[in-house]
Structures are given as C-alpha cells and as structure tokens.
C-alpha cells in the first residue's frame, strides 16, 4: 500500500544536540518530497522541498534534507537545535503533480532549554 | 497579502447533521485541497478542487463534497456526521506545486 512512514513519534532532545528525523515512503513513479512543521499554536509551514537535482536541499531555519531515491527515504537533519524548534513535523510526499499530497503521522519534537 | 483563511474557526455539530466549512485561498492561487486531521495524525487528503472541478479525491466517502467558485474560494460539505469525523480541517491553496495551509476549522461532533 501506498504510504508516509515517519520511524519517531516523539524525539526529545537538549538544546544544541543534533537533530535527524527519518522519513520514508512506499510511492512508486515521481514524486515531490516536502517537510512541514507546524509549531504550537500555529498552522502548518513548508521547510523544505524536493522536487530534482541536489538530493540535498536546504530549507528555513537551518534545516536540510537527503533524498536518497534507493532507499525511498528523505530524512530531515539540523546540525544544532534550539528551544524554538520544539513543534511537530511531517514529511509529505506528493504525488501526480502534487494533486494528492500524503502525509506521514508527524514526529512531536520537544528540545529542552 | 492575506494567507490562506478558513472559517470558522471552531464548530460544534451532532451526530447526523450538516456541516460546510468555507476557505479563501492565498492571493493569485487557483487550487484549492482540503485535508482532515485527526488528533495526533498527519493531515489526510480529502480532495482537490481547480477550474471549480473536482480534480482528485482521497479515499473518503461521497458524505465529503466540495466547491469551488470562480473566485477560487471552496467550500468542503460533510453530510450525517459521525463522531469519528471530529477533527482540525484543513484548507491549502497553491499555484503549480507548492501549497500553503490555513489555521483549520476544528470540528467536534457529538
């Protein structure tokens, strides 16, 4: 079956630690990969995408993401987190031209001051 | 420029009645996708509307419907509401590829 498998429900962490959020998908074809978080209180915001070229994409807020096509996955990377990273994230993949987008069940991350 | 806004914000309902929900898309957007997200789960697609047609739809049942208008604002209906339809709903506009959410409509139905 088609799906958006994200391996951490819950990461917690201390401030400064690095950060890797792992994502992989089960579509086959071409896809268009995307990170979204949605901070506290707030509605969902795009980090980064993927849509070609450099599997390694940078997004906002010092974040970045490897596509590796081999393994169907698309983990999400921060050298150095800080408190104001503590939000929920979810991978997504879309796919026929991104007139469905698929959403993975999110991973709450909490960093510790 | 205004964001995506939905309306409204909360909404109480029981079980067996009507709802619509209502969204205005990001200026200079002309797709509009709606997603149901139920507490501690990621976003599901419900459907996609462009040109006021519906253009691709997820797996939920015809109980889900839409609109869009020729101003490129939607509006997802859901009718005889269950319980398990309680849920934040979510609007997202786009323009080609990359899509930009709304803050939802919570939806309780009991």
């Known amino acids: 079956a088609q799906s958006v498998s994200q391996h951490n429900h819950h990461v917690i962490l201390s401030e400064a630690a690095s950060l890797e959020l792992g994502c992989n998908y089960s579509?086959?074809?071409?896809?268009?990969l995307f990170w979204y978080v949605q901070y506290p209180g707030q509605h969902l915001q795009l980090l980064l995408k993927y849509f070609s070229g450099d599997p390694l994409v940078k997004g906002i807020k010092g974040f970045e993401a490897e596509f590796i096509k081999s393994k169907f996955s698309f983990n999400l990377r921060k050298p150095s987190v800080q408190w104001s990273d503590t939000a929920e994230y979810f991978c997504a993949v879309g796919v026929q031209n991104n007139n469905d987008m698929r959403f993975g069940a999110g991973t709450r991350l909490t960093v510790k001051p | 420029d205004a964001g995506v806004t939905q309306s409204p914000t909360h909404l109480i309902k029981t079980r067996g009645q009507q709802v619509t929900l209502r969204c205005s898309p990001k200026s200079g957007h002309d797709t509009v996708s709606w997603y149901q997200q139920a507490l501690g789960q990621g976003p599901q697609f419900i459907f996609q509307?462009?040109?006021?047609?519906?253009?691709q739809r997820g797996n939920f049942p015809d109980r889900f419907s839409g609109h869009q208008f020729p101003n490129y604002s939607s509006e997802l209906n859901v009718n005889a509401l269950l319980l398990g339809d309680s849920a934040l709903y979510l609007c997202a506009s786009s323009f080609a590829s990359e899509q930009y959410f709304g803050p939802g409509t919570r939806l309780t139905v009991t």
């Open positions: 579509y086959g074809g071409t896809v268009n």
């Open positions: 509307y462009y040109e006021e047609e519906e253009r």
